[in-house]
């Protein structure tokens, strides 16, 4: 049987759970807790590590890596979906999975109340007093919700909108048909064009860096409302300031931006039409678990030889 000694950066209430799912499957299996950013000096007996984002806020990894990587390691997991917030270097060794669908539905349903909140004017129809004012709230049904990037968090959020009567029209890299009742988009214009309510969930590439720009805004159905749970990078912000200046775009819903955090005084924090979230729509109570549950499935398929899934570096 593979030896299961697991180098793991994760916060201990996390390495908790893989613990004790570990118990069941593999007795023999050790979790051991190792130091977040560049992973340097790993125990020399493990063979997997468990990795956490390295590039974030303001940080970013050297161009090689330290002396003695991989170490021991055979296998690299990846606790997040994308792979933009690592070293290039990172890639170049041993197997790198990701945990890309494990957090889909924390995502899509963060997406859905931007939008129900937009429609539905929350929280400023809360009242203090008793000077009760009415306002007409926006219905959902029948409005057209726009997805940029069909992956796992995309599929979830169409299947979430079409059992509410919203229609869905998607676009994405590849040709692959989308599911029953989801339209195809002719381009990103078309898309733009069609939209009440965009949901950006396209990965960050050099090819997506920024296709959101002012071109692509100038497409927008007037009045859009964007909501970004991807990276800040996929989106000019100065184009969308102008934008939402214009009215070209009523309102962004941002859980993510270039950089992160936004420095002191940047006019996304304070700008009348848009609400700003400091990239928490994939965290949900129940984090713990989801990530074990990708990881474990993996871990099934590395102790019988079989081919890993969600590699980042095949």
Do not use: C
């Amino acid at each position: 049987m593979t030896q299961v000694i697991i180098a793991s950066q994760l916060d201990e209430d996390y390495n908790d759970v893989i613990r004790a799912r570990l118990t069941a499957i593999h007795p023999g299996a050790q979790v051991i807790g190792v130091p977040a950013g560049v992973p340097s000096d790993l125990p020399p007996q493990a063979n997997i590590l468990l990795l956490r984002p390295i590039n974030v806020r303001g940080y970013t990894a050297p161009d090689t890596p330290p002396p003695g990587w991989p170490y021991g390691a055979q296998w690299v997991h990846l606790v997040s979906s994308g792979i933009d917030f690592y070293p290039q270097w990172l890639f170049n060794g041993p197997p790198v999975t990701t945990s890309r669908g494990s957090a889909a539905d924390n995502l899509a349903e963060f997406a859905l109340a931007a939008i129900f909140a937009a429609a539905k004017h929350l929280p400023d129809i809360w009242v203090k007093d008793s000077q009760w004012n009415f306002t007409a709230l926006r219905p959902l049904k029948g409005t057209t919700l726009g997805i940029l990037g069909f992956g796992a968090i995309g599929e979830s959020l169409a299947q979430k909108a079409l059992g509410l009567g919203i229609n869905v029209v998607a676009l994405r890299q590849s040709q692959a048909p989308f599911g029953a009742g989801v339209q195809p988009a002719n381009d990103i214009h078309d898309l733009f064009a069609r939209a009440d309510h965009l949901v950006v969930a396209a990965p960050l590439t050099d090819a997506t860096r920024h296709i959101i720009n002012r071109d692509v805004l100038g497409s927008a159905k007037p009045g859009l409302h964007l909501i970004n749970i991807a990276r800040g990078g996929l989106l000019d912000q100065e184009a969308l300031l102008k934008a939402l200046d214009n009215g070209q775009v009523g309102l962004a819903s941002l859980d993510v931006t270039e950089p992160e955090p936004l420095p002191d005084g940047h006019p996304l924090y304070s700008h009348p039409r848009v609400r700003l979230s400091p990239h928490t729509s994939a965290i949900s109570t129940n984090s713990r678990n989801e990530i074990a549950d990708t990881f474990l499935a993996n871990l099934e398929r590395y102790v019988s030889g079989i081919a890993l899934a969600n590699l980042a570096n095949a």
